[in-house]
């Protein structure tokens, strides 16, 4: 080797004197940037190109329609490719496109869920609160219902801790909503039992319309609970304001001491023992739905 192959700095090995190669044995290897993060690397360790707008974590979006109960997932692929599916306002073409459960995902306008719709109906016995408690101790119509879903259910309306009866529960955002607005007036029927008895004008009264503070309530019927004391009362009435039959009655200088919800928009507690759910059924679904 001359003087001034060893002044420049370069490292040979070897007896032909060639240049020193570096070692890429296990554990050695340089690493690749694009490698840093498999996701993004495809067979060969190419970078795999994202399409425009997809995201890198989240469900993917054809899932995502199946599981709102719309269609299977092949069938979600021809309406995605059809233009049917928005994502945040965005209609969406794309195959493999992702979303998050925070994303707002709409079929055909209407907003879906990715979570198949859940109907439970719970026969609320009486000291369970509906809203919760500030004080742990107390009990929640959630603890009635742990074992009915995995999915997060929420109660349609509510019902007094006190009163018991028939209390619907789901996921469904759009039937929750539709249920609950006063507009659709949906039928509830009330057995309930005064601390007195309620006088036949009085009886007249409520027929007729009471004045509250909010505006004047009518009731569909009202009358005497038949080979019972007359302060046993059946009542239906379409009304959704918050405890609304409490009030009609404290008008008139009544108090009810046990409020029972007998019938919901057509459900009834028939072969369904205090405390217990079920399940609604297909064509209960579909009397829903035309409400």
């Not at 190669?21 to 050695?28: F, V």
């Not at 609950?180 to 008895?197: F, T, V």
């Not at 009542?235 to 009655?249: A, W």
């Not at 057509?266 to 609604?280: E, I, Y």
Request: proline fraction near 3%; aromatic fraction near 6%.
């Amino acid at each position: 080797m001359s003087r001034n192959e060893r002044s420049s700095g370069k490292k040979y090995g070897g007896r032909q004197g060639g240049e020193r190669k570096k070692s890429h044995a296990r554990g050695n290897a340089p690493v690749n940037q694009n490698e840093k993060d498999p996701k993004t690397m495809s067979r060969g360790n190419a970078p795999v190109k994202k399409k425009q707008g997809e995201k890198s974590d989240g469900m993917r979006l054809n899932k995502y329609v199946a599981n709102s109960g719309i269609c299977s997932r092949r069938d979600a692929d021809i309406y995605i490719a059809a233009g049917n599916v928005s994502v945040n306002g965005e209609v969406i073409t794309e195959m493999g496109y992702k979303v998050k459960l925070t994303d707002e995902v709409k079929f055909d306008g209407r907003k879906i869920n990715p979570e198949k719709p859940e109907y439970i109906l719970l026969n609320k016995p009486k000291g369970f609160y509906v809203t919760g408690s500030l004080e742990k101790k107390n009990r929640t119509v959630m603890d009635l219902i742990a074992n009915a879903s995995k999915a997060k259910l929420d109660p349609v309306g509510k019902l007094d801790t006190q009163a018991t009866g028939l209390l619907l529960f789901t996921n469904d955002g759009t039937m929750a909503k539709k249920l609950a607005n006063p507009k659709n007036g949906i039928r509830q029927i009330y057995h309930l039992e005064l601390d007195k008895e309620l006088s036949y004008d009085d009886l007249q009264k409520i027929k007729e319309g009471v004045n509250l503070e909010d505006g004047t309530v009518k009731v569909t019927e009202i009358s005497y609970v038949e080979n019972r004391p007359k302060r046993e009362v059946g009542l239906e009435i379409r009304s959704t304001k918050s405890h609304i039959v409490q009030r009609i009655f404290k008008s008139l200088n009544y108090e009810i001491v046990k409020l029972d919800r007998v019938v919901f928009g057509g459900l009834t507690k028939k072969d369904l023992p205090r405390g217990h759910w079920r399940v609604l059924t297909k064509q209960e679904l579909i009397n829903l739905g035309n409400i």
